[in-house]
């Protein structure tokens, strides 16, 4: 006998039992958090992480259980947040900036069980980790690019704070300028702070005053590029593609990719098989590189040249900090047939010749 309404209830009770089975499999998800400096609207720094955060979400969907907490101070202030992370259970806590490493460290020796990794960190525990892109592999390639457009052979950085990550990006910028330009000096103003949208216009307004044509930033607000769209010269975006902020002074964005590490670690945790070595992706990961290149302005030759020094770096053939490379008094730091390591560029306290200037103390 047909029985149309049995098959009805049927049905209802399987809908409820998968249901009930996809509620309890998500609440024992186990939890990803990810501590912000800032917040994602920023188009910088915490915007990459945040895509990154939502193609993990994407990925694993109710296999894990992700947790966001935007404008954290590296401060004491943040101890508390990740603290109060850990004690809510999360297996996996990312600090998503270099001041968050200490606190981190603190608070991951009372939670042996919780995953601590920081974000541009060097520090190592047995429960804590460091992780990183090669922003200086896209801020070299960008150097190639600004070195065939300058016209007054003078270029710009806005720097943040005085870190080795910071100065990487400065030499490796006017590294690959002086590769195609040799007449090209880098002028350099440190804001102090990763986030200030007025002290970066500031600064990209005075450095356009001393005949910079072509800026870079390693800031995490958009003010650069469009102060430069502003006051008709060129720059790059930096973190994500920042175009839209500056159409007319675009000239490229160097990107980064996190979604690439947070994939794979958070694989590695759901397996079992995370390390603590210290991770640093790159060009060969597609963790970083120079997008939407403005072949309208660059010319061929310079977008060929930039493609030349992206494959060198993919397959190895090459390093950005390979010497022989001088310092800005002209004594050489590596000499040929070096390249520096991974500690020593964590270390680097230098400018390379043709930046000016000194570092700040």
């Not at 958090?33 to 945040?50: C, I, K, M, R």
């Amino acid at each position: 006998m047909n029985k149309p309404w049995l098959k009805a209830i049927t049905a209802t009770v399987a809908l409820s039992a998968t249901v009930a089975a996809l509620s309890a499999q998500a609440a024992d998800a186990p939890g990803v958090a990810f501590v912000y400096l800032g917040n994602p609207g920023d188009a910088g720094w915490t915007f990459a992480h945040d895509a990154g955060s939502k193609e993990a979400e994407a990925k694993y969907g109710n296999k894990i259980k992700i947790t966001r907490v935007e404008n954290v101070p590296e401060s004491a202030d943040s101890e508390r947040v990740f603290r109060d992370l850990a004690n809510k259970g999360n297996k996996i806590i990312f600090g998503t900036s270099f001041g968050y490493q200490d606190f981190q460290l603190k608070v991951a020796k009372d939670f042996p069980d919780t995953i601590f990794l920081t974000a541009t960190g060097f520090k190592k525990a047995k429960n804590f980790g460091t992780y990183d892109v090669r922003m200086y592999q896209g801020a070299y390639l960008a150097g190639v690019a600004a070195g065939y457009v300058t016209k007054t052979n003078t270029l710009g950085f806005v720097a943040s704070v005085p870190i080795p990550e910071v100065v990487r990006n400065i030499n490796a910028y006017t590294m690959g300028a002086r590769s195609v330009n040799p007449k090209i000096h880098t002028k350099v103003i440190w804001i102090n702070s990763w986030f200030d949208p007025g002290k970066e216009k500031q600064a990209a307004e005075t450095l356009i005053g001393q005949g910079a044509d072509v800026l870079l930033q390693n800031t995490d607000s958009n003010a650069t590029l469009n102060t430069a769209n502003e006051k008709h010269v060129w720059a790059f975006g930096w973190d994500s593609n920042m175009k839209k902020f500056g159409p007319n002074a675009h000239l490229g964005s160097v990107v980064a990719h996190w979604g690439v590490y947070y994939n794979a670690v958070i694989q590695q945790v759901l397996d079992g098989k995370w390390k603590n070595d210290p991770v640093w992706l790159g060009i060969p990961q597609k963790a970083v590189d120079l997008e939407d290149l403005n072949s309208g302005v660059i010319p061929a030759k310079a977008v060929q040249a930039v493609a030349a020094k992206r494959d060198e770096l993919h397959t190895g053939k090459w390093d950005v900090f390979s010497g022989p490379i001088k310092d800005q008094s002209g004594a050489e730091k590596v000499p040929a047939g070096k390249t520096l390591s991974d500690p020593e560029l964590q270390r680097i306290n230098w400018y390379v010749e043709g930046v000016d200037g000194s570092l700040p103390k």
